[in-house]
């Protein structure tokens, strides 16, 4: 954490510099010596953190010490601005005539108290980073050395890979995991050597699955073998034991001779590559590796040494890491490992906190409900269930099991579990574990917006710049990486396969926050009973449902305020003025809320509103120079905006969104970052020329559509929209708007919503729409023809989504086509009484929705059945 903060604050200073260096004057000199120091600090970091993952806790004071010193002069440099802007304000207010005249002088008089303060500041600063490199020598904190490739770094704990199954009815709820597994590893129509990757959080039970199958088939391989492979491995040590193993002897005199004979590592592992190709050609194998971390060990090694005779060999890994098992074998499904559900988990806590109970003899009631309480807190875990279990079999089930279920914390009775979720968040880089750690400010079993969640970590200053990638599409990738560690389950993801909503286990929830509590980074209130909480130097703060009286304890240093829940609304926020992230989520729609203050917030850079009605009446945009994400989903009323048109003079806009029309784009407009737009009014003025926006949604209120001459070249100037929705309330739609002549750069459009009546003169054809459309919606278009047969030739749709009155006719029909469909859905369809699907159609169709349909009749083919998931009646 020390690593990322210093990195943060080290791009902080230079920015001070780049942009105040004719202001700063002597305090210029004292700045730059912060930024030397804290660059010559850096190398110090690596070490310190190596001796802190030992158990050094001179080192995590050290690193701590530096940590808390990268907030004070991020703190300084943020207070400095704030003050230029509050003298600003001031001298604003005088008479303008003067400011006129003396605007030069002005702008040098407004710095200079905010000049001392930095100077004061940064003095204290330089003296505490004298004593942090005083530190260095007498805890023997040392530069970092480079290391050689075959180092091992240590780490703090390593999991015992294996526990002994000797009965595998002891094992709960597995027994559909191994029929299943058992029959992707027995597939006799499979003959190539296929990897089997069973996927899963730590402590899931992967490697009690693994060894179950790995009893169960060995007589149906010539040769087996489970290693264990975990993060600290040798490749050479780790292939000369898997040829020990798989021999059943110690490496013959042969062997030994052509290693030693070898020149170079890599000649000794090429000669045991060679070695095991040569002992497995004429074998049906099954190789076991437990554990995998990375990707190399397969893509450099194993493929080679493990050769496909196309006698149905096989591998079975487990691992944290979906990217492991796909660069393993693309074309096999890794086999998610799933929690337990309530039942088994319920069994299993029993089995291992009673386990001399007779299993024929029924468990009292009371203990029953103690138990499907207490195994609830592990939510499906088995890990934890085992950890948990472990305690209660050393206490009297019933004063203690209940006074467990009280007082349970993790951090102390499930030390075991907290270790192996330790392992992980130590495993992943600074910048991963910044990422994760800002998970804990989500409320619990919290569906969060991927979208959402990536524009906070933007805001925060999170991602690193990669060349050409946005920061958003930077952020993507790192929340797909948690993903793969499964650090974060995904909920449901877009028809692109981007993720779409994501939650965190409750375990890892309470790790999380353990950890970002420690590390000062988040501190999350949740009104529980008797809990000190940490003083007012907490960097972020969540409220979650807990009442306005906690926020005395969210210090005005505070850089991201969570509000959730009705009771959390604040009456201003002029007490957090370096805010950078503020979200206010309410519980349900309809409730009131006045920003106050919010427009002094000049560092804020991500603003969420989520279902509140917005009183904008005293608000402004004026000073939120710095704002990039405007989210005010539900927050509004179905008319037109009174947001105020200042809005668009912030250039640092990144995504505006709000559920209601925004105020007019001006003719000349300059937001050059702006990638999301949703709602504007579009009438037959071009919309200017806006070269970074994907996303844009556009609504016609009333105008007749100049459908010859203006609508051809209103889009003209968004080259990048990959997402377009367009509404039209109360004229007929436009569908030259969407036609070729209208949007000159096709490739790029992905997602179209459609939602108007169609003009009568307007005929459906698929060669009209985008060549890569994946998702189309069509809403109340009103169509004279059937539009199943055109649609079905857009051979890259994966979702089609049809609302309303689409269709005048009553019957719909599916003869050919949708070769690429995976989801339809069916919202409240009217005048359509049957909808037919004939044979072979939808070939890929894996959901198939109906919401409200009343009166349709699906005529499918079996295979299509099952599909059919409804909501309403039909």
Not at 169 to 174: C, D, I, L
Not at 231 to 248: A, I, K, P, S, V
Not at 593 to 606: F, G, N, P, S, W
Not at 851 to 869: F, N, S, T
Request: with cysteine.
């Amino acid at each position: 954490m020390a690593e990322t903060v210093v990195n943060f604050v080290l791009g902080k200073l230079g920015e001070i510099i780049a942009k105040e260096a004719q202001f700063l004057g002597e305090v210029g000199g004292k700045v730059k010596w912060v930024e030397t120091e804290l660059t010559r600090i850096k190398c110090y970091l690596t070490d310190a953190d190596n001796k802190r993952r030992q158990g050094d806790a001179r080192a995590e004071n050290y690193l701590n010490e530096l940590r808390d010193l990268a907030y004070r002069i991020e703190d300084a440099i943020d207070i400095f601005y704030v003050e230029i802007e509050d003298n600003r304000q001031g001298n604003m207010q005088k008479d303008h005539s003067w400011l006129g005249k003396l605007k030069k002088l002005g702008r040098k008089t407004t710095k200079l108290p905010a000049l001392h303060n930095l100077g004061t500041e940064l003095d204290e600063i330089r003296n505490m980073l004298e004593g942090i490199f005083d530190s260095s020598l007498h805890y023997q904190i040392n530069p970092l050395q480079e290391r050689g490739k075959e180092e091992i770094v240590p780490m703090p704990f390593r999991r015992a890979t294996y526990q002994n199954v000797d009965d595998e009815t002891e094992v709960v709820g597995f027994g559909t995991h191994k029929k299943k597994v058992l029959k992707l590893i027995l597939d006799s129509e499979t003959r190539r050597r296929a990897v089997v990757t069973i996927v899963g959080c730590g402590g899931v039970g992967k490697t009690t699955l693994a060894q179950m199958i790995y009893k169960s088939v060995q007589a149906d391989f010539d040769v087996h073998v489970m290693l264990p492979v975990s993060q600290q491995y040798n490749h050479t040590d780790f292939l000369r034991m898997m040829l020990t193993e798989l021999r059943g002897s110690e490496p013959t005199t042969q062997d030994i001779d052509e290693l030693k004979g070898s020149e170079t590592r890599t000649q000794d592992i090429d000669v045991l590559v060679r070695k095991l190709r040569s002992f497995l050609r004429s074998k049906r194998y099954l190789i076991i590796l437990d554990d995998v971390w990375v990707t190399d060990l397969w893509n450099q090694y194993l493929k080679y040494a493990l050769p496909d005779a196309g006698n149905g060999s096989r591998v079975l890994m487990t691992s944290r890491f979906i990217q492991v098992a796909q660069s393993a074998d693309p074309i096999m499904e890794p086999y998610e490992l799933e929690f337990l559900n309530e039942e088994d988990s319920r069994n299993l806590l029993i089995k291992k906190a009673l386990p001399y109970q007779n299993p024929d003899e029924k468990c009292p009631d009371d203990l029953l409900k103690l138990a499907d309480a207490l195994s609830k807190k592990c939510k499906g875990l088995p890990l934890a269930l085992v950890v948990l279990g472990g305690i209660l079999s050393i206490k009297d089930p019933y004063p203690e099991w209940e006074k467990v279920l009280r007082t349970m914390d993790w951090s102390h009775d499930g030390k075991e579990c907290i270790k192996i979720l330790s392992m992980s968040y130590e495993d992943m880089p600074c910048y991963l574990k910044t990422c994760f750690l800002y998970l804990a400010s989500f409320p619990e079993d919290y569906e969060i917006s991927a979208k959402c969640l990536i524009r906070m970590w933007v805001a925060e200053g999170f991602m690193p710049q990669q060349g050409r990638k946005t920061m958003e599409e930077i952020a993507e990738e790192f929340l797909q990486q948690l993903f793969q560690r499964s650090m974060v389950q995904v909920s449901s993801r877009h028809v692109d396969g981007s993720i779409k909503y994501c939650r965190l286990h409750d375990l890892l929830r309470d790790f999380a926050i353990h950890q970002a509590t420690k590390e000062n980074f988040v501190t999350v209130f949740e009104n529980p009973q008797n809990i000190n909480y940490p003083d007012t130097a907490t960097r972020r703060a969540s409220l979650q449902s807990c009442g306005p009286q906690f926020i005395k304890n969210v210090g005005p240093k505070t850089r991201s305020l969570f509000l959730f829940g009705p009771k959390c609304s604040l009456p201003n926020y002029s007490g957090f003025r370096l805010l950078r992230v503020l979200e206010i989520v309410n519980v349900w729609n309809g409730e009131s809320i006045k920003l106050r203050e919010v427009d002094t917030l000049i560092h804020l850079k991500y603003l969420g509103v989520k279902n509140y009605k917005l009183d904008m009446s005293e608000f402004s945009f004026g000073r939120l120079k710095n704002l990039e994400t405007l989210d005010f989903v539900n927050s509004g009323y179905r008319v037109r905006s009174n947001l105020p048109t200042d809005l668009w003079t912030i250039i640092t806009l990144r995504h505006v969104i709000y559920n209601y029309l925004l105020p007019e784009l001006p003719s000349t407009i300059d937001l050059r970052n702006l990638q999301t737009l949703e709602w504007i009014p579009f009438n037959n003025k071009p919309i200017p020329h806006l070269n970074n926006l994907r996303r844009l949604g556009l609504e016609n209120e009333s105008t007749e559509w100049d459908v010859d001459h203006a609508v051809p070249h209103l889009l003209e100037g968004l080259p990048s929209v990959t997402s377009l929705q367009i509404k039209s309330w109360k004229q007929n739609l436009p569908m030259e708007i969407v036609y070729p002549r209208a949007l000159p750069n096709y490739n790029n459009l992905q997602i179209l919503s459609l939602n108007g009546k169609w003009s009568e003169s307007v005929t459906l054809k698929a060669r009209l729409f985008p060549p890569h459309l994946i998702k189309l919606t069509l809403w109340d278009s009103k169509l004279g023809q059937d539009p199943m047969w055109e649609l079905g030739k857009l051979k890259n749709l994966r979702k089609l989504k049809l609302i309303g009155n689409v269709y005048d006719g009553n019957e719909m029909s599916c003869s050919a086509g949708f070769s690429a469909l995976e989801t339809l859905e069916l919202h409240d369809i009217r005048q359509v009484e049957v909808l037919s699907v004939e044979k072979g159609v939808m070939p890929k169709l894996k959901d198939l929705w109906c919401y409200y349909c009343i009166g349709i009749r699906l005529k499918m083919p079996p295979e299509l059945k099952h599909l059919i998931q409804q909501r309403g009646e039909m």
